[in-house]
């Protein structure tokens, strides 16, 4: 066995045969070449399927004369300040010779530096960006050229998995349709670049405040790197990544040659000073910005507001309107100090917790630039320590003092106590702060605060220790609880100047001028005092009986006894006694007189659009209307009797500058003079209508004059400049006017809460707390510009008169009045010498003004 087992081994290998080694070879390779003819086929059936399958999801591509893609429609000021934008991608189209090339150089360095080679896909860039991408670790070029860039913008951004086949089917035509050129137009005004900016010269003016063509080499750089990954390189949010995303565009730029290498150091070493992202729709004017929206809307349609790339030139004055802003906002904060302290906003148990809270105020103070806490700036802030006449207070990490002649005001609310009153001045900071709560507080001179004070409070101020920083004085704020709302026409122009709808617009977007319904008080009264002059011959010395009188109501049931203010009778008045001290019973028997449905008539004639009840108190504005209602009545007393058309909106332009609304005045001193003859034809051609005579009207504006001068609203003698005008008062208070003008300017405020059964506390009439803000915001608006007196028109003639007995004054008559009357309607007798009534017999002169 053994033998035979050697023998075996010894024996030689078989050989293979190289005939059938070649066969076996050729059957793999015909079937590795079949198996890939196979995968082709199927890869370019999957190509075919696929493209048919897409074929009619990818989007035409416009003509380039036809390229409209969405833009931003602005918003802009009488001046021409941008005060709004609307848009659903925020886009404004800047045709190719107005980019600047160098910014297209520095898009082709970051982007696609192979873009005048290729064809719309760069195999070799897509393996060189993502060698570079693995090499950094993380990403950053991409791999789509910038052809690829714009058909996504076409296509849109969802990811799907055909997206990227539509997007190289979408390139290839691109590139065959249009020059490269013409491409790189349409990337530019495409792209997105970060906080809703579409194409380069949005984002130029988001981030720079500047136009594309006006931006320097750093900036274009800055804008370069973005498109990649907008939010990473944020210059805004994260100026580190944006700065190095720019140190590398330069770089792209200086390797290709685009720029040198003195101008690379140059740009790098510039600082990156973007401006923050504002809300230009909040910043200037809200209410009137959301109204020209809405009225918008109704003209154009949504998608005519949102895409079309309008630019709308409003009637807004943002000098006007930033008064208006003001005298509002300080006019609710006196108003609501005067109703007292509702309390501390929190109160901290945990000291923890309140320096984490004071941590993060200070770093958003910071941010905002206000950690030095700027003079009339208020801010939230802790209170540290408390004494009877002073605390401590820590805002951020300030540490603040707060006298006791910085919180006076600070009672417990009552409306029943006068806010003048010794009960309703707090003595004792004790009873109103503790530790530990949080409460807003302003910056203030420590001068103006003791306005008022005993000398000794001078010696409870701290002095600042040597070399440390001053001590911060503060005062004691809240926000308000009540509202305004503030409206200014110049109705010879048409035009709405200002509006404020509230207090603030993040707080409540109700626009009180527009949407609020409110019981105008006495300021209602010039309606139906205005119809018995024209259409019954009332004149300022027409006699009217003030007597108790009552009236029943066999409908409901009731009986109503009307009464006077002062709560008394005064027997026989003249209209201009009534009106100029808004007597509310005479008022009730002219509208008797009148008729109380030819009064609403005559009401919605003048600009009233409300329901009006038919009921005898609408003599004392019981039927609520629109603050803007008052201003279209009022406008009607400026304009000599005549109804102005009001207006929000001057002209309206497409995107290809077409004018598509034109309510421009003739008179508008920021119109072209191209167009003021067309303006002027237009006024000609469709007049305003006359509602009342002019020598009605002016007898009427005549008597208001006397309100403003010596009667209920005589606080408008501080203006320095002839007005007239009516304050309006509701029952308890719940409602505060004053409408007031002047020859150019028509102004209404109401003050009030959203609640009208919250009154505004003991004293608070339209005088007091309207007439202050009216007389703020006029003395801004008008303090460089001269005010005519009222236009007298021919057939009027004036006459002094006895106000109490409506007789001509005798040359010794007390607190005689000059009246205007129609032609040969004064009155033909003097009053007797025996029916002279002594000053302040008659009213109360306190009550008078």
Known sequence: MATQSSNQANQPLPVANPRKIKARWLRIVAWAGTCMVLWTLMGLGGIWLLFQLVKDDIPDLPELDQYNPAQTTEIYSQSGALVGEFAIERRSVIPAKQIPRQLVEAFIASEDDNFFDHSGIDPMGILRAAIKNLMAGRVVQGGS??????????????????????????????????????????????????????GVHAAARNYFHKNAWDLNLHEM??????????????PVDRPEAALERRGYVLSRMLNIDFISAAEKQEASEAKLDPYPISDIFRKHAPYFVEEVRRRLQGMFGTKGVYEAGLKVETTQDMDWQHAAQKAVNLGLRYLDHRQGYRGALHRFKDKEKSADFLSKLQAHLEKKDRAELPMGVTVPAVVEQVKENYAWVAAGHTRCFLPIFGMRWARKPNPTVHYKSAAARVQDIRKVLAVGDLILVRRA???????????????????????????????????????????????????????????????????????ACRQPGSCFKPVHYSLAIEEHDYNPATII???????????????????????????????HTALVNSMNVPSIKVLDAVGIKEDIVWAHKLGITTGLREELGLALGSSCVKPWDMIQVYSVFNQGGRKPRLHLIRKVTDRFGRVLLNRTSHEDPWQAWDE??????????????????????YI?????????????????????????????????????????FTHDVVTGVWVGHDEPKDPLGRGETGSRAALPIWLDFMQQVLADRPQDDFDVPEGITFARIDPLSGLLARPDTPQSVLE??????????????????????????????
């Open 145 to 198: 050229t910038i052809t690829q860039q714009v058909a996504k913008t076409f296509i849109g951004r969802q990811k799907t998995f055909t997206r990227k086949f539509k997007e190289a089917i979408l390139a290839g035509r691109l590139e065959q349709k249009f020059s490269k050129e013409e491409i790189l137009y349409l990337y530019l005004n495409q792209i997105y670049l970060g906080h809703g900016s579409y």
């Open 221 to 234: 750089a800055t804008l370069a790197g973005l498109p990649q990954a907008p939010s990473t390189y944020d």
């Open 445 to 515: 001179d420590a001068k103006a605060l003791l306005a008022g004070e005993p000398p000794a409070m001078k010696k409870i101020l701290p002095t600042a220790e040597a070399g440390k920083a001053e001590v911060v004085i503060v005062a004691l704020e809240q926000i308000p609880g009540v509202q305004g709302a503030l409206a200014s026409v110049e109705p010879a122009l048409g035009y709405l100047k200002a509006m404020i709808g509230g207090y603030n617009f993040a707080d409540s977007e109700f626009n009180r001028v527009l949407q």
């Open 545 to 575: 009986i003030d007597s108790a009188i009552v009236y029943d109501d066999p409908e409901n049931q009731n009986r109503w006894k009307p009464e006077n203010y002062e709560r008394d009778f005064k027997g026989k008045v003249t209209v």
């Open 676 to 697: 003021k003859f067309d303006r002027a034809y237009d006024r000609l051609a469709n007049p305003w209508p006359r509602l009342l005579s002019a020598q009605s009207n």
């Open 700 to 740: 009427l504006t005549h008597l208001l004059q006397g309100v403003a001068t010596r009667g209920t609203g005589a606080r408008a003698k501080r203006l320095g400049k002839p007005a007239a005008g009516k304050t309006g008062t509701t029952n308890d208070s719940a409602d505060a006017w004053f409408m007031g």
């Open 820 to 849: 205007a009357f129609k032609k040969d309607e004064q009155p033909k007798e003097f009053v007797h010498a025996k029916d002279v009534v002594k000053p302040g017999q008659f009213f109360k002169v306190d009550k008078m003004y």
